[in-house]
């Protein structure tokens, strides 16, 4: 059965790092693009970064760029998302989800959370003093 699990959530401090890991199970992640997105309370999710395995290319929302970082390690099947220099704002539950449609860049999907085929459950993450 296809799963994701997201993991690494948690509560930190303004300024402070996390890393989000994403385990992917039932299907070999070299089929699919794994991109990572989040809601916050009240709002709509959105995209945070995705990577596409059709250009290569990654993509980072405007206002995490420069400090989250998307990565891939295919032999553990696992994607990951490090964040650095948390603010409150980033403050959501994190989802991985995964696309079949490897043929779209990663801006492509990363803004049409439509196109993912499988979702996590989330992580929730709380950047709080």
């Known amino acids: 059965q296809l799963q994701l699990v997201e993991s690494g959530g948690g509560l930190v401090q303004p300024g402070g790092s996390l890393r989000l890991s994403c385990a992917a199970s039932?299907?070999?992640?070299?089929?699919?693009?794994i991109g990572w997105f989040r809601q916050a309370p009240g709002k709509v999710r959105e995209g945070v970064s995705c990577?596409?395995?059709?250009?290569?290319?990654?993509y980072y929302r405007g206002s995490v760029k420069g400090r989250f970082t998307i990565s891939r390690d295919d032999a553990k099947n696992t994607v990951y998302l490090q964040m650095n220099s948390l603010k409150p704002e980033d403050t959501a539950t994190y989802y991985c989800a995964a696309t079949r449609k490897t043929y779209y860049s990663a801006g492509y999907y990363c803004e049409r959370d439509y196109v993912m085929d499988y979702w996590g459950k989330g992580a929730l993450v709380t950047v709080s003093s």
């Open positions: 039932g299907f070999s992640s070299d089929n699919y693009d």
């Open positions: 990577i596409s395995r059709a250009d290569g290319s990654t």
